[in-house]
């Protein structure tokens, strides 16, 4: 009985949607009318249903089929269609996606969906809304410290939002439906959006099995497919530098997991793999657009074919850029004028594109001069994604090496550690004014630890810390209007004279929490690398060690782990914050954290020398 009542409820850990199944009361409701009770019991019903807070997300103001021979699944199924159609009509993408997931489990109810509603349906499921708005959140988070945080990987979002399309797709596939264009275009996209080639190549390849001709939209998501596999991820996205080690690890058939994104080399290397798609592209007559050329730019670069980059932003767009970097600016021919309404008309898709092929392959200046040669070019602002790309290739190439990697290639483009602090002040200058992120304020305050540079790395971590507190209040602000909701018993919160769905506000308080989460490692990053720091170089660094230590820990207590020890000049120093913040929760005198001041021997061992309260 209760796999026919299979409902998608809250999860109240704020994780994933969980399967509903009814309490005894509700099936025995469910029974009586399948056995042919009056209309008065199936109001009531009807009444139960909408004021159970498990079912919030059904349309509660719709009529229910009063003919007992339907039985209760026709009855739910009835429920969600007509919530599917209050979701398109409201655009809510959540409810659409549970509604018409418990609508398609009827199988007359798919067969009778208009292909008009059913385009519209695929297109209100779009991915930038299911699955890339968690990619900025995933995207300097490792799986450990994922794990760590209790948040969800990026992976399961991944395969959940493929699944439910898998799911949308074989329902409509069982009706005796074809998809056309449209639909096959809209898979493209959702195969994109979670860089799962395997997806992508199996809808490519129904598509042609049904003789439906992509266009230049559906090449483009088949060839940024192939480009970004698994390039979100955090273990393949370090292993995209074109150094000797990766491009011997990416040249096999059997390759490790971080370097299964993409094989390197003749015959079935990316590039000859993505010059054969667009050579076929070429036949059926289509035209390449910006996009195209700039992923056709991406595979070469992937291999390190630089030559062949060049050749494209030539011809193309006329940027030479062996010329721009040996010449005059004034001496250079000019580019290509294309008008706005063309479809090679330069994007901020082209400058991101630059700044991570030159970035990728250990040449940051040439990335830093052709995006800003291009951006004057062709009035565009530099976007702050390119801008921290730029900083994040900059900072891996500043990076000192050791063991291994310094004769793997890793020393390739090498830059000085001080290259970080110039294009941190480029970019927060005039005339490009950009607010950098928690991401790149990590980036910096890693690089100026390294450097040893007290004072900035204070100032820094003070303004990261801004950042982390307006997360702080948009996850409380979406905390409340979640909590409010639920107690409304309803399908909507009324907030700001907005009709709000409540699995719209479950989504953004998981967004919220994750980003908080997120800040909230990174302000425990720096405060470690703070007090483990014993090379400040600088001239007051006794009074660093005796005074600035102490308003350090003071200042930053709420991000101290349990314990804190640091060495100083005559030992060690163990602080047990742990029992200060105890005493401060019973709102008792506050303790003074315990100092244990450890002496080193001559021959190498420790004696104990005091245990007090500080003073």
């Known amino acids: 009985m209760s796999e026919q009542f299979d409902r998608l409820a809250i999860d109240a850990r704020f ?11 509700e099936q025995r409701r469910c029974n009586q009318l399948s056995s042919g009770n009056d209309s008065a019991t199936v109001s009531s019903h009807q009444q139960e249903l909408g004021q159970n807070v498990r079912l919030v997300g059904l349309d509660r103001h719709v009529d229910l089929p009063t003919d007992p021979d339907q039985g209760p699944t026709r009855i739910a199924s009835s429920i969600a269609a007509k ?15 549970r509604a018409f997931l418990e609508a398609s489990t009827d199988s007359e109810y798919v067969r009778s969906i208009p292909s008009t509603t059913f385009t519209e349906i695929l297109y209100l499921l779009e991915p930038k809304y299911f699955v890339e708005a968690y990619k900025d959140v995933h995207y300097d988070l490792s799986s450990a410290y994922v794990q760590q945080l209790g948040i969800r990987p990026i992976q399961t979002f991944f395969a959940d939002f493929v699944g439910y399309l898998q799911e949308i797709i074989s329902k409509r596939r069982e009706g005796g439906h074809v998809l056309g264009i449209v639909e096959y275009k809209m898979l493209l996209n959702c195969a ?20 439906v001709q992509p266009d230049t939209v559906c090449y483009n998501h088949y060839l940024e497919v192939k480009c970004w596999s698994g390039a979100y991820l955090p273990a393949q996205r370090p292993r995209l530098r074109v150094i000797p080690y990766n491009m011997v690890m990416r040249s096999g058939k059997e ?7 993409y ?4 015959p079935w290397g990316l590039k000859l793999e993505i010059v054969r798609l667009f050579d076929g592209m070429v036949r059926e007559g289509m035209l390449g657009d910006e996009k195209t050329f700039a992923l056709m730019m991406t595979a070469m670069g992937r291999e390190g074919d630089l030559k062949g980059v060049e050749s494209i932003l030539k011809k193309v767009w006329g940027v030479d850029v062996t010329k721009l970097m040996e010449e005059d600016e004034v001496a250079l021919e000019g580019v290509n004028p294309y008008p706005t309404t063309s479809p090679l008309r330069p994007t901020t898709q082209l400058l991101f594109t630059i700044a991570h092929i030159f970035g990728s392959n250990n040449d940051i200046p040439t990335a830093l001069r052709l995006v800003d040669y291009v951006s004057r070019q062709y009035s565009l602002q530099i976007p702050r994604s390119v801008w921290s790309h730029l900083l994040e290739w900059t900072f891996v190439l500043s990076e000192r090496r050791y063991g291994p990697r310094r004769t793997d290639g890793s020393y390739l483009g090498r830059l000085p550690l001080q290259s970080v602090a110039s294009l941190w002040d480029t970019m927060v200058s005039e005339p490009y004014n950009i607010q950098p992120t928690m991401p790149m304020y990590n980036r910096y305050i890693k690089n100026l630890n390294i450097r040893q540079m007290v004072k900035p790395t204070i100032q820094k971590m003070r303004e990261g810390k801004h950042l982390y507190q307006d997360a702080y209040r948009a996850y409380r602000i979406a905390l409340r209007q979640y909590v409010i909701a639920l107690r409304s018993y309803g399908e909507y919160s009324q907030s700001s004279n907005t009709r ?7 989504r953004k308080l998981e967004r919220a929490r994750m980003r908080r989460a997120r800040d909230y490692t990174f302000l425990k990053r720096w405060v470690r690398l703070l007090l483990g720091n014993t090379r400040w170089n600088y001239d007051w660094s006794r009074s660093w060690e005796r005074r600035g230590l102490a308003d350090a820990i003071e200042e930053w207590r709420p991000f101290l782990p349990a314990r804190v020890t640091y060495p100083i000049r005559g030992g060690i ?14 709102s008792r005198p506050q303790r003074r954290p315990v100092v ?9 061992t420790f004696r104990k020398y005091l245990s007090t309260p500080a003073a």
Not at 192 to 211: C, F, G, H, I, L
Not at 255 to 261: A, K, P, S, V
Not at 500 to 506: E, T, V
Not at 598 to 604: E, F, K, L, Q, R
């Open 255 to 261: 390759r490790r997991e971080e370097f299964r994104g």
């Open 15 to 25: 994780k994933r949607p969980l399967q509903y199944f009814p309490s005894q009361r």
């Open 596 to 604: 244990t001041r450890v002496y080193i021997n001559p021959d190498g």
């Open 573 to 586: 120093v163990s602080l047990d914050i742990k029992r200060t913040r105890r005493s401060t929760r019973r």
């Open 83 to 97: 919530a599917v159609v209050k979701a398109l009509r409201e655009q809510d993408h959540d409810q659409l996606l």
């Open 263 to 266: 094989q390197v080399g003749n």
């Open 500 to 506: 709000i769905g409540i699995y719209s506000l479950q």
């Open 192 to 211: 994109r959006s979670v860089s799962d080639k395997e997806t992508a190549t199996a809808v490519w390849n129904d598509m042609r099995k049904d003789k």
